[in-house]
């Protein structure tokens, strides 16, 4: 199945009563049109569907331009999902290669905001005494979770793909980030593993690979850190959700290259603006 997103709010946030009516028209086509609806799953962000919702319910006018039973469809959410954005406790990947799999620790607003990540495995042979494993009083899942605290890094919060929105609360990540700060771990919560002072542990070549992936990934963030950053506590916090789906459908005009300008990371080869664009992409990638 393909996964489209209606309306993208990285694309366009502030959506009129012209661009509502297009919306729900075509995501109800996509629906019932059966060619596309086998293999279409729609998703819209939480916001944009709270927005769009809003101003079909309540501007009568809308009746003229639409049919009451699709503004009822798409209200009552039958044919589509919600998605939200990334957030501290967030399991995530990273978009570039090679690929990192890691918990989001914390947010860095600014003039392109910044996600700090700890790794994560399932093995619990790969921590150290500096890494934490969740215990049974803790654990999400029924093997062994491990957060590779030493490796934290930075990246670029527009980059990355959601995994799982709420996967750790924000009382663990507190507990995870005092143990990285200062090395006390909660172990109500967490068991520490064996410390790697040996110069024949087994676990010393796939550390190296994950050390070498961090510095691969997190190269440009950190230079942008240190040379660029301008922090602004006060500002929305922005993610490319496009990046988690194979087609961005935003069924009104769009300037691909002030797109691409402004948000350098967004993929506007994914972005469809009528119908037909979104079947040559389906066709493409189904």
């Known amino acids: 199945m393909v996964n489209l997103l209606l309306s ?3 694309i366009k946030e502030n959506i009129n009563k012209e661009d509502v009516v297009n919306i729900i028209q075509d995501s109800n086509y996509i629906y019932y049109n059966t060619s596309m609806s086998k293999d279409i799953n729609q998703f819209i962000e939480k916001k944009t569907f709270d927005n769009i919702s809003n101003i079909a319910t309540t ?17 009552s959410r039958r044919h589509i999902e919600l998605v939200e954005q990334p957030r501290i406790g967030s399991l995530v990947n990273t978009n570039n290669k090679p690929s990192v799999e890691g918990v989001i620790t914390n947010i860095l607003r600014g003039n392109r905001d910044i996600a700090f990540l700890c790794p994560v495995s399932d093995n619990k042979i790969d921590a150290t005494d500096k890494s934490l494993i969740l215990n049974e009083n803790a654990k ?3 093997t062994p979770f491990v957060l590779l605290c030493e490796f934290s890094f930075p990246l670029f919060l527009d980059t990355l793909i959601i995994k799982e929105t709420s996967f750790l609360n924000r ?3 507190n507990k995870v980030n005092e143990f990285s700060k200062k090395g006390k771990a909660d172990y109500t919560t967490f068991d520490t593993g064996v410390p790697n002072f040996d110069a024949l542990d087994i676990r010393i070549a796939s550390r190296t690979l994950l050390d070498e992936k961090i510095e691969t990934v997190s190269l440009e963030t950190i230079n942008f850190l240190e040379e660029e950053f301008v922090e602004d506590g006060e500002k929305e916090i922005f993610y490319n959700i496009v990046n988690d789906f194979d087609i961005a459908f935003a069924p009104y005009k769009v300037n691909k290259e002030e797109l691409k300008k402004e948000h350098g990371e967004l993929d506007s080869n994914k ?3 009528d119908l037909s664009q979104v079947k040559k992409l389906l066709d493409k990638v189904a």
Do not use: W
């Open 171 to 173: 009382e663990l990540i």
């Open 59 to 75: 501007d009568r006018e809308l009746l003229n331009d639409i049919n009451s039973n699709l503004i009822n469809d798409f209200v």
């Open 271 to 273: 972005i469809a603006t």
């Open 8 to 10: 993208p709010s990285s």
């Open 140 to 142: 999400t899942q029924n």
